[in-house]
């Protein structure tokens, strides 16, 4: 059983920074990706950051890149979102999301696991 919760969100100024993180349990599969997704208020959720398991490959969405970064504690499984230079547009339910299988991780609709989602609130 894949578990995946979702911390740190909360509500921050402009310009300010949040950590988020996400402890998974019951990872015993390897080739794999851990990602973060975020949908907005009346939007589809879309893709954030990604990080390829084991291949020291990550991507992360146009409006991100620069500001978002996405890493991996090992020992505690726990991946982390580190959101810098915080903008109003940035505000969603931010949900951490796992595939199996590198083809897999472009694909939102090929996560099988999922968070509960932490929300993140960005104000001017």
């Known amino acids: 059983q894949v578990h995946l919760v979702e911390s740190g969100g909360g509500s921050v100024q402009a310009g300010g920074s949040l950590r988020l993180s996400c402890a998974a349990s019951?990872?015993?599969?390897?080739?794999?990706?851990m990602s973060w997704f975020r949908q907005g208020s009346e939007k589809e959720r879309e893709v954030v950051a990604i990080m390829y398991v084991g291949l020291s490959s990550k991507y992360y969405a146009d409006s991100v890149k620069g500001r978002f970064t996405i890493a991996q504690d090992s020992g505690e499984n726990t991946a982390y979102l580190q959101m810098n230079s915080l903008k109003p547009e940035d505000t969603a339910m931010y949900y951490c999301?796992?595939?199996?299988?590198?083809?897999?991780?472009?694909?939102?609709?090929?996560?099988?696991?999922w968070g509960p989602g932490t929300q993140v609130t960005v104000s001017s």
């Open positions: 019951g990872l015993t599969f390897r080739g794999y990706c």
């Open positions: 999301a796992i595939a199996q299988g590198y083809g897999s991780c472009a694909l939102k609709d090929q996560y099988n696991y």
